[in-house]
């Protein structure tokens, strides 16, 4: 299995309060991701990046911001959480982004719960 | 930008075929990748297509058509284990990030 991991695996939080995911990773692989997962809309990006302090927004980026000082790790923050952002969260790893086939390993998820 | 169409249920039945269709709107391609995910797991790899045809994993096959930018996912013999949701996926131009089809949920009934 490819070293990812998230944390923490589950949260509850109030609408308000800033909130900081974590991805870390041990394959050196360039390419980090966040998804989110809800019911009838697949994966969608939020944020990605593409080397150190290297990030780019994706689909649904309004409300989070990253960061990546580390290669293995990736951070996820949302700076004042609301109930449209309770989901299930993704973090993703690549080799390549994609462009030859190598497949995307992904983490266990974080269940995050805005109350 | 990318979009993918897929059904979003199919249901079928233990030892049967199941098909599941993608088709892919992109403005570069690379190719079509598919993954599965259990309820409560991860998604994981499955399959890539970057050629037109049918690639063959087991009981897994894959199918590509540049031309008509569709591709499926063949689900042979069919376990209850198979029961999961299947999601296409492309890279965007730059072929950094991945954009991921709805999904389809495939139900396999004894």
């Known amino acids: 299995d490819a070293g990812i991991t998230q944390s923490p695996r589950h949260k509850v939080t109030e609408t308000g309060t800033p909130v900081t995911l974590r991805c870390h990773q041990t394959e050196n692989h360039r390419y980090m991701y966040w998804y989110r997962q809800d019911p009838g809309h697949g994966l969608r990006l939020i944020h990605y990046s593409y080397g150190v302090k290297d990030t780019d927004k994706g689909e649904v980026s309004d409300g989070y911001s990253v960061s990546r000082s580390k290669t293995e790790d990736f951070l996820l923050t949302l700076e004042s959480a609301t109930s449209s952002q309770t989901s299930v969260y993704f973090c993703?790893?690549?080799?390549?982004?994609?462009?030859?086939?190598?497949?995307?390993?992904f983490g266990q998820g974080t269940r995050l719960t805005v109350v | 930008g990318q979009s993918l169409e897929q059904p979003s249920e199919v249901t079928a039945v233990e030892g049967a075929i199941v098909q599941i269709n993608c088709t892919y709107q992109?403005?570069?391609?690379?190719?079509l990748s598919w993954y599965q995910q259990h309820d409560g797991g991860a998604p994981t790899f499955l399959s890539y297509?970057?050629?037109?045809g049918l690639e063959e994993t087991g009981r897994f096959s894959s199918f590509l058509s540049r031309s008509d930018s569709y591709g499926y996912l063949l689900l042979q013999e069919l376990q209850m284990k198979d029961s999961a949701s299947y999601f296409c996926?492309?890279?965007?131009?730059?072929?950094?990030?991945?954009?991921f089809g709805g999904g389809t949920r495939l139900m396999v009934k004894p």
């Open positions: 992109t403005s570069g391609f690379y190719g």
């Open positions: 297509n970057a050629l037109d």
């Open positions: 996926a492309v890279p965007n131009n730059a072929g950094n990030m991945l954009t």
């Open positions: 993703a790893i690549s080799e390549s982004g994609g462009r030859s086939g190598t497949e995307a390993f």
